[in-house]
């Protein structure tokens, strides 16, 4: 069996990939077609969703992504413990674009430049024994890409950076929700996969310690908060923000302090070993939070590193003499109930000791006028609840028996395993429950591999097919 170490260096060094841009080059209208249509299909209802305001009502009139293509460099290829390849690369985009907004309530904004800039990861799994030889893909970015984009006058854009930064921050949002790991967008090669074949689970968690910080400055201040700080004592109350992959999570602030230590612990998901660690200091202010310094690093590094990272920050860009030590452990998820324990949370309230992962493949079997129905599949767990994406019908689109093709996941800690009752599964039908399942948790707990699956009955003929899945932590060697 291979260690944790074997797994981390088990990259053969990254290519070039002059085919790869070539062949991109040569699809890029047909690239620009199925693109904007999955931004209309699925980005659009976010975007109405968390704009917002009058922005909410924002809609694509124009998607014309010009005809500079994606250029991809810095390729590696694995194999996957489940069967499938890993293809990593990096992505650069600088498109030239001709794209626009129109809202009931705002002025018409465009965008005629956009700069994409990431590491793309794509997983081909399964692998089948037919052509295509590979049913599913599933694209992500392993970290939030970096964004920029040039809007037009068509609004008046840049006399308005409050829209200009609620457009960003809300399409880098909807980037994150859809294609930031863990989050990935799965497209089926061959439309008969089994979706619980296809998808790929995490790795484990990373047990990641805020130490203490050194090297801290009064920072710099301007206006009110510099009057604030001529009447009360100048000395930071430090905290820090942490990034780890689309995962966000924060310190408390440490009073009066110019060597803070936190000593405190947080769990993340693991999906990808290149997936970054990020850190911003802050200064709690009542004015405004003041940055103090920021810095990075990977999971891959910091346990290479012996678990144990001392990171020098920068502060706009520039580095300074501010260092944050942190601290990290990995831990594997493994299908055995006995390692579902505070001992293998670490003992704290918040750790995670396991993880429950709930894929929601299909329903079959739906009745009624196609016109009518809207279906969905709620799943439902304690105070935990989940809902897929809803269908409606649209030519070529099967309704009585759709694909969901989503999972959603739940880190355990001990306190909920104290009485974790049922799962309740739900058919769905315009936010309206026509039928259900009740799988309790020790079903699954006994069931082989700690999976339960298959296809649950929800009455008059219709049924869902999903599958439940537990998980322990245990630490890797």
């Known amino acids: 069996m291979s260690t944790l170490i074997d797994t981390l260096t088990a990259s053969g060094g990254t290519e070039s990939a002059g085919f790869l841009n070539?062949?991109?080059?040569?699809?890029?209208?047909?690239?620009?077609?199925?693109?904007?249509?999955?931004?209309?299909?699925?980005v659009e209802p976010i975007l109405a969703t968390t704009?917002?305001?009058?922005?909410?009502?924002?809609?694509?009139?124009?998607?014309?992504?010009?005809?500079?293509?994606?250029?991809?460099?810095?390729?590696?290829?694995?194999k996957t413990t489940t069967e499938g390849i890993k293809l990593d690369m990096n992505v650069d985009w600088e498109?030239?674009?001709?794209?626009?907004?129109?809202?009931?309530?705002?002025?018409?904004?465009?965008?005629?430049?956009?700069?994409?800039?990431?590491?793309?990861?794509?997983?081909?799994c399964p692998l089948t024994n037919i052509i295509p030889l590979i049913g599913?893909?599933?694209?992500?970015?392993?970290?939030?890409p970096t964004l920029n984009i040039d809007f037009t006058d068509a609004a008046n854009i840049a006399d308005c950076s409050l829209i200009a930064k609620t457009v960003r921050s809300t399409i880098l949002g909807v980037i994150s929700s859809m294609f930031v790991l863990p989050n990935r967008f799965l497209v089926k090669l061959d439309a008969n996969t089994d979706y619980f074949k296809a998808y790929q689970p995490d790795h484990g968690i990373i047990r990641l310690t805020i130490g203490k910080a050194t090297g801290i400055n009064p920072p710099?201040?301007?206006?009110?908060?510099?009057?604030?700080?001529?009447?009360v004592k100048d000395i930071p109350d430090c905290f820090v923000?942490?990034?780890?992959?689309?995962?966000?999570?924060?310190?408390?602030?440490?009073?009066?302090?110019?060597?803070?230590?936190?000593?405190?612990?947080?769990?993340?998901?693991?999906?990808?070993?290149?997936?970054?660690?990020?850190?911003?200091?802050?200064?709690?202010?009542?004015?405004?939070d003041d940055d103090i310094g920021i810095g990075h690093t990977t999971i891959k590094e910091v346990l290479l590193n012996g678990g144990t990272h001392e990171l020098a920050l920068t502060h706009n860009g520039d580095p300074s003499e501010v260092k944050l030590t942190i601290h990290a452990e990995?831990?594997?998820?493994?299908?055995?109930?006995?390692?579902?324990?505070?001992?293998?949370?670490?003992?704290?309230?918040?750790?995670?000791?396991?993880?429950?992962?709930?894929?929601?493949?299909?329903?079959?079997?739906?009745?009624?006028?196609?016109?009518?129905?809207?279906?969905?599949?709620?799943?439902?767990?304690?105070?935990?609840?989940?809902?897929?994406?809803?269908?409606?019908?649209?030519?070529?689109?099967?309704?009585?028996?759709?694909?969901?093709?989503?999972?959603?996941?739940?880190?355990?800690?001990?306190?909920?395993?104290?009485?974790?009752?049922s799962f309740r599964i739900s058919l769905m039908n315009k936010k309206v429950e026509t039928g259900g399942a009740e799988v309790p948790f020790q079903d699954v707990l006994s069931a082989p591999g700690m999976v339960k699956d298959g296809s649950f009955d929800m009455g008059s003929g219709a049924s869902v097919r999903a599958s439940i899945s537990v998980h322990g932590v245990q630490l890797a060697k």
């Open 95 to 124: 498109g030239v674009c001709d794209i626009e907004l129109d809202g009931n309530h705002v002025p018409k904004i465009g965008v005629e430049k956009v700069q994409l800039r990431g590491r793309l990861s794509i997983l081909f």
């Open 22 to 42: 070539d062949i991109v080059a040569q699809l890029w209208p047909n690239i620009c077609v199925a693109g904007g249509q999955i931004i209309k299909d699925s």
């Open 241 to 288: 923000k942490v990034d780890v992959g689309a995962e966000q999570w924060r310190t408390s602030v440490k009073k009066n302090k110019y060597d803070p230590e936190w000593n405190e612990t947080h769990d993340f998901l693991v999906t990808d070993y290149e997936q970054s660690i990020s850190v911003d200091v802050q200064d709690d202010d009542l004015v405004g």
């Open 51 to 78: 704009l917002p305001g009058p922005l909410s009502g924002l809609r694509f009139t124009k998607l014309d992504f010009g005809t500079v293509p994606f250029k991809f460099s810095h390729v590696d290829v694995h």
């Open 330 to 421: 990995f831990y594997n998820f493994i299908p055995e109930a006995s390692l579902l324990t505070a001992a293998s949370g670490g003992g704290a309230k918040d750790s995670v000791c396991g993880i429950i992962t709930i894929l929601v493949a299909s329903a079959l079997g739906l009745q009624g006028q196609r016109d009518e129905l809207n279906p969905a599949i709620q799943v439902t767990w304690g105070d935990k609840k989940f809902l897929t994406a809803a269908k409606t019908y649209t030519p070529g689109v099967d309704i009585f028996n759709p694909s969901f093709d989503q999972a959603f996941k739940i880190p355990l800690t001990a306190d909920m395993l104290t009485s974790p009752g």
């Open 136 to 144: 599913a893909m599933q694209i992500a970015f392993i970290n939030t």
């Open 220 to 231: 710099k201040k301007s206006g009110a908060s510099k009057f604030l700080a001529k009447i």
